[in-house]
């Protein structure tokens, strides 16, 4: 019935060519060493292997929409950087949106590598999309499943890595002063050899492994 109610709702959408419908993780993964795909709609209670011990066994994951009636999943999906959740039962109107976010992937380019790269991004925060200005961000701090995004006179918490945030963002603008922290360049003010100091007073720890990405800061 799951697969009925995918490939129907698919079927709207002329740039999904359904490549392969497995009933398990390890028939799902045979199938991936052979195969290369750009997209998976995933179950997560599946025989033998759950979903999410599936996604930890590919290295080079595609993207993943997870479809599954169990909530409480959510987190770990995102920490796994799935590209949507779609909780059991779903609309056609919603896996459409699901659709776009797996496009807006697709055609994603960080913002390192572009000529006139944004001056925000777009955090996903208490089920709404935020658009925050990135001069208004002081740093990100990794905080278990999730990401807190200190801003001037705000911190937001968001659903995310701090991997993911670090590969997004211009490298002219941000710096990973830590395994935790990473640090909008402009708000720096002062450096010791155990910490920075901010703009707006806060103290930031500098990872021993991090330490030369701040040298450039001061020649």
Request: charged share 20%; with cysteine; glycine share 2%.
């Amino acid at each position: 019935m799951a697969h009925q109610i995918l490939l129907h709702y698919s079927h709207i959408h002329n740039d999904i060519k359904i490549v392969k419908q497995c009933y398990s993780a390890t028939e799902a993964l045979d199938f991936l060493t052979e195969q290369q795909v750009d997209l998976i709609f995933l179950d997560i209670q599946m025989p033998a292997l759950t979903g999410l011990k599936m996604l930890e066994t590919i290295a080079n994951r595609p993207q993943v929409v997870l479809c599954t009636a169990y909530q409480e999943y959510a987190l770990n999906g995102f920490e796994l950087d799935v590209t949507d959740y779609l909780l059991k039962p779903f609309s056609i109107q919603r896996f459409a949106e699901a659709m776009d976010k797996v496009r807006r992937r697709i055609n994603e380019i960080p913002l390192s590598q572009t000529a006139t790269a944004p001056n925000y991004i777009i955090i996903r925060v208490d089920r709404e999309d935020r658009k925050i200005a990135l001069d208004n961000i002081q740093y990100f701090q990794a905080y278990g499943n999730y990401v807190k995004v200190w801003m001037d006179e705000d911190c937001l918490l968001t659903a995310a890595t701090l991997k993911h945030f670090s590969k997004t963002l211009p490298e002219n603008q941000f710096i990973q002063v830590h395994k935790s922290f990473l640090v909008n360049k402009k708000k720096i003010t002062a450096q010791n050899s155990n910490s920075i100091k901010l703009n707006n007073n806060s103290t930031v720890k500098i990872g021993k492994s991090f330490r030369h990405n701040l040298m450039e800061l001061w020649q």
